[in-house]
């Protein structure tokens, strides 16, 4: 296939192409600069008005809750986890089991995630949800406390 010169183009649609491109970088010249600031994870909503906010299909919310609270720290500013308040992660993670109960998304995060900091108290914090999860509904979620034991033992050097 032949592709035409640039020389068959008309003259007045390359002033125009050229016009568009110079407005394109006055335009981004002279926007002002942003400045990537660290904000603490917020609390969350209690459940009564997540399930409102589901409009009567809470699954698709958990799973965008669960998206939203992993990627929190990859905005413009990339916060460690181990600078999150975990007891607010908690809340979260609580907050999409509680929309979708058979989920396994919440307790792999906790395990996987946010315990593989290398901070004690916060993955003893995460160990300690999962348990908790883990007395709520054993026969789902015994893979989890499972993976939590081995955390446990192997990291903590807690039996």
Avoid at 81 to 100: E, G, I, K, Q
Avoid at 140 to 147: F, G, K, M, P, V
Wanted: net charge positive; aromatic share 10%.
């Amino acid at each position: 296939m032949r592709e035409r010169s640039i020389k068959s183009v008309p003259v007045p649609v390359l002033v125009i192409a050229a016009a568009g491109l110079a407005l394109q970088l006055a335009w981004s010249a002279l926007q002002p600069r942003t400045s990537a600031t660290a904000e603490a994870l917020p609390a969350p909503m209690n459940i009564e008005r997540w399930r409102v906010a589901s409009f009567g299909d809470p699954i698709p919310l958990s799973r965008a809750l669960m998206l939203w609270l992993q990627c929190f720290d990859n905005g413009t500013v990339v916060i460690p986890f181990r600078s999150l308040d975990y007891a607010r992660v908690t809340h979260w993670l609580d907050a999409a089991l509680n929309l979708d109960a058979k989920s396994q998304y919440p307790l792999l995060a906790a395990t996987r995630l946010y315990a593989e900091v290398s901070d004690a108290p916060r993955q003893r914090l995460m160990l300690d949800f999962v348990y908790q999860k883990f007395l709520e509904d054993p026969e789902q979620r015994w893979r989890w406390l499972a993976q939590a034991v081995v955390i446990a033992k192997h990291r903590l050097n807690d039996l």
